[in-house]
């Protein structure tokens, strides 16, 4: 009888949330800290990872921070 779902590495979802959505993986200190382009971006990954993964966006990444716009 298998499970659902399955206990995946932080590694494993990172890659996947990076191949997936609009965003990018900053390291600090060794964390991984999720860098995202809008409210509406962060709101479908921490969905995602909800439901694909079963753990809080925030169990995978250090922190999450909206990337700031780029100058013309």
């Known amino acids: 009888m298998g499970d659902i779902h399955k206990v995946a590495e ?8 990076v191949g997936r959505f609009p965003c990018r993986v900053l390291w600090s200190e060794g964390r ?5 382009q809008g409210e509406e971006d962060v709101a479908l990954i921490t969905e995602y990872v909800r439901i694909t993964y079963n753990v809080e966006l925030l169990d995978v990444f250090f922190t999450a921070v909206e990337s700031l716009p780029v100058e013309p």
């Open 10 to 17: 932080p590694d494993h979802i990172i890659k996947d949330v």
């Open 32 to 36: 991984p800290c999720l860098e995202y």
